[in-house]
């Protein structure tokens, strides 16, 4: 069976700071592996995906995420927060279909 | 470019009154269509999902339907909706073919029932 999880509800870091956002899956496979933003009142946003190849998937704005098999994990990070990144991060994971965790919310504080 | 719309984009209804709300994408031939309800500051559950038109699955039971009357178009409906129905309704489209599992997502629709 496919799970997701984001085991932090809410994450808040300064502006400039480093970012992790965390996410592990459950899969007995390789899924495909994605992460979503979603901006108040409005839809969700792929922000990155990974299928295969180099572990490091690049995305936009600044986020990447690292799939790391033996961990099950897929981790966003981000080198520099912006106040504008302030949003709900949802992890997703799909094989048969797609599930996603519960979200992360980052508050950026100036 | 392909583009989602849904619409309308809020409503206010009451308990016991019809729903129906509308997806459309443009710019994409025979994609893959979904529907996704999200409680307030909530997790994505998946509902329905479509592969072609006139074929709808459903994923859970909420006492909504759906329906895929053109290529392009997807409805979520109920005749009778529930307090528990307010949410936020999220349409997405995944391509056919290799990137198949990545979604893509609409501006929502907004429901309140009171």
């Known amino acids: 069976a496919q799970s997701v999880t984001q085991p932090d509800a809410r994450v808040t870091v300064s502006e400039g700071a480093s970012l992790q956002l965390r996410c592990k899956y459950s899969?007995?496979?390789?899924?495909?592996l994605f992460w979503y933003v979603q901006y108040p009142r409005q839809g969700l946003q792929l922000l990155l995906k990974?299928?295969?190849?180099?572990?490091v998937v690049q995305g936009v704005n600044g986020f990447e995420a690292e799939f790391i098999k033996s961990n099950s994990s897929f981790h966003l990070r981000k080198a520099s927060v912006h106040w504008s990144d302030s949003a709900v991060y949802f992890c997703?994971?799909?094989?048969?279909?797609?599930?996603f965790g519960d979200g992360t919310q980052l508050v950026v504080k100036p | 470019a392909q583009t989602i719309h849904q619409w309308p984009v809020a409503e206010i209804k009451a308990v016991g009154s019809p729903l129906s709300l509308g997806c459309t994408i443009k710019?994409?031939?025979?994609?893959?269509l979904y529907w996704y309800w999200q409680a307030t500051g909530g997790t994505l559950q998946q509902l329905f999902y479509?592969?072609?038109?006139?074929?709808v699955e459903s994923v859970v039971q909420l006492n909504l339907s759906a329906s895929r009357p053109k290529d392009d178009q997807f409805i979520l409906s109920t005749e009778k909706l529930l307090l528990s129905h307010s949410g936020f309704y999220l349409c997405?489209?995944?391509?056919?073919?290799?990137?198949?599992?990545?979604?893509?997502f609409g501006p929502g629709t907004r429901l309140l029932v009171l």
């Open positions: 997405a489209w995944s391509p056919t073919g290799g990137d198949q599992d990545t979604q893509y």
């Open positions: 899969y007995s496979g390789t899924p495909y």
């Open positions: 990974y299928y295969s190849g180099d572990p």
């Open positions: 997703a994971v799909s094989a048969v279909r797609i599930f």
């Open positions: 710019g994409k031939s025979s994609p893959n």
């Open positions: 479509s592969i072609t038109v006139g074929q």
